[in-house]
């Protein structure tokens, strides 16, 4: 079990992954088997049928219901491949999975191809007696040794501790960088009983240097320029503005509310954005693209909803969705030739 020591909210922590926990490793090494020789059971039964009877003929119970859900999970995870063979399949193969296998197997409509299995068929523990190939034994204690032996992340991680009732949560100053949540935090569940974690407070000074330091790391992406150069410079400022909420003000409470918050604000405030489609149907084939506003009056949200809505009646369809990212000062010189849209107040 690693080291924890007791935490204060707010508190400036680093936490790296220790490895599994004990019920994790047992339980990762047990999905990590069945799932395996399920892939490998649906594999032989699909390649070569006639053996797989030879091979499981009067199974026990155990192994009957390991195959069986074997045999499910092939059926729900690919029924047009198992209709196909079902139909070509041998009326003896037919007769074990029904016999032996006690499956019912079905078609959705008479006459038709794809084909389910009715009843529940659940997957339980792999029998130990099952036949498998010695290479398939071979890799299973593998992957088993190399989940006991994870030994976990090498660096720590710094964050703000920031528990949420029974549950102890670390605030990181990783950016998600998904695109409804560029601007947000991630965070780790350092009470999670299949991981196991180190923690250790530190100073305040070593937190703002780390944060610092995250800041700085998006130099080079910004200077290889373009768009993705602007984007890189808008979440830099916006750990920037982090950096110096924290720096002026570090007491606990503080530091919760600032890793909760809106880091958006105050915003660059150049009025030149990049406009960012979201990933939508109606969204497809627009490219993102850069935009200056004047004057300068709102909020990228509202932005990129005045946005949506004219490009919505250009294209006559549904609203489109956008995030707007507005430009810091030092990375304009990437933007050429950018679209413009006037603001005019009546």
């Known amino acids: 079990m690693a080291k924890r020591e007791k935490l204060v909210p707010g508190q400036p922590i680093k936490f790296r992954y220790a490895g599994q926990t004990e019920s994790g490793a047992n339980l990762n090494k047990a999905v990590s088997e069945v799932m395996d020789v399920i ?39 690919n029924s047009r491949q198992f209709g196909d ?5 041998a009326p003896k193969v037919k007769t074990f999975l029904k016999r032996d296998l006690e499956l019912d197997v079905k078609p959705y409509k008479k006459g038709g191809s794809e084909f389910y299995l009715e009843g529940d068929h659940s997957i339980g523990k792999l029998p130990a007696s099952l036949s498998l190939p010695v290479s398939l034994r071979d ?16 660096d720590f991680t710094y964050a703000i ?22 601007a947000k935090f991630g965070s780790r569940v350092l009470s999670d009983p299949m991981r196991s974690y180190e923690t250790a407070p530190v100073s305040r000074q070593k937190f703002l240097g780390e944060l610092l330091k995250e800041g700085l790391s998006y130099e080079p992406r910004i200077t290889q320029g373009g768009l993705q150069g602007a984007i ?7 750990m920037k503005e982090v950096y110096l909420k924290l720096a002026k003000d570090f007491s606990p409470q503080n530091a919760l509310k600032v890793m909760n918050s809106d880091n958006r604000f105050p915003s660059p405030g150049t009025g030149v954005y990049v406009l960012l489609p979201g990933k939508i149907i109606s969204n497809q084939g627009i490219e993102p693209f850069a935009l200056k506003v004047e004057p300068r009056l709102y909020t990228e949200d509202k932005i990129a909803e005045i946005v949506g809505v004219l490009t919505t009646k250009e294209r006559d369809m549904g609203s489109l ?3 707007a ?11 050429s030739d950018p679209r413009k849209l006037e603001v005019r107040l009546s």
């Open 39 to 77: 892939e490998y059971i649906s594999g032989f039964l699909y390649a070569d049928p006639q053996g797989f009877v030879k091979t499981y003929s009067k199974p026990s119970k155990q192994e009957r219901d390991f195959l069986g859900s074997a045999v499910h999970h092939w059926v729900m995870n």
């Open 85 to 89: 063979w079902y139909i070509k399949s």
């Open 139 to 154: 890799k299973l204690a593998e992957d088993a040794k190399a989940i006991d032996g994870d030994k976990g992340d090498a």
């Open 161 to 182: 501790y920031a528990p949420q009732g029974a549950c102890e949560v670390a605030e990181t100053f990783k950016l998600i960088g998904d695109f409804s949540t560029w």
């Open 232 to 238: 890189e410079a808008r979440k830099q400022n916006l």
């Open 321 to 323: 969705h956008f995030q």
């Open 325 to 335: 990212l507005e430009v810091p000062q030092k990375a304009l010189k990437y933007i």
